[in-house]
């Protein structure tokens, strides 16, 4: 059976760690920021791991 092909778009929006965690950014940070609130906004900075089956499907997609 031919190897998987890696999805280009998950290679862009997500990071596999050196532990094999998978990290990507918080969603809602593309338009209509003005009515957010400072905090929220500093909030949208930070990196979200995921875990469960979100994770093992979008290893699969990289092929991790």
Same mark, same amino acid.
């Given at each position: 059976m031919?190897?998987?092909? =890696?999805?280009? #778009?998950c290679?862009?929006?997500?990071k596999v =760690? +050196?532990?094999g965690k998978? +990290?990507?950014s918080?969603?809602?940070k593309g338009h209509q920021r003005a009515?957010? #609130?400072? +905090?929220?906004k500093r909030a949208l900075r930070e990196k979200i791991v995921l875990t469960g089956t979100w994770a093992?499907?979008? +290893?699969?997609m990289l092929g991790v």
């Open positions: 031919p190897k998987l092909k =890696t999805k280009g #778009s290679k862009n929006r997500f =760690t +050196k532990n998978v +990290k990507c918080k969603p809602g009515i957010h #609130s400072g +905090k929220d093992k499907l979008v +290893k699969k």
